[in-house]
């Protein structure tokens, strides 16, 4: 389990940082739009990874003794990578990691957005 855990976040943590240099915001583009937002969720997953990783150092809370349950967890977190880059497929040539609105901006109503 420890193996394929690994090896779901180091993909995880690859796509994030190709797609944080990849996937900027252009110059031209009106940035600083979001109002800091970008820094709390930044400010956000590191405390909650901070805090997740003391807490299961620290304690043990066992949910179950079943052995598939850990699988489960895995199985979501490989659908929300999935999911994540199906929605930025949907939003093509506008997603960028920042928040920011690009020229000749449009608000996606197809795709997984139609949802």
Request: aromatic content about 16%; glycine content about 4%; overall charge positive.
């Amino acid at each position: 389990m420890n193996l394929f855990f690994s090896i779901t976040y180091f993909i995880w943590f690859i796509s994030e940082a190709i797609l944080s240099r990849l996937m900027r915001s252009k110059f031209r583009d009106k940035q600083n739009a979001d109002k800091g937002s970008l820094n709390i969720i930044r400010l956000t997953i590191l405390i909650s990874f901070s805090i997740a990783i003391t807490i299961s150092i620290v304690y043990r809370f066992p949910i179950s003794d079943t052995y598939f349950l850990p699988y489960i967890g895995l199985l979501f977190i490989v659908a929300g990578i999935i999911l994540r880059m199906i929605i930025i497929s949907t939003l093509g040539k506008f997603f960028t990691v920042d928040v920011t609105i690009r020229q000749n901006h449009k608000l996606k109503t197809d795709g997984f957005y139609k949802l």
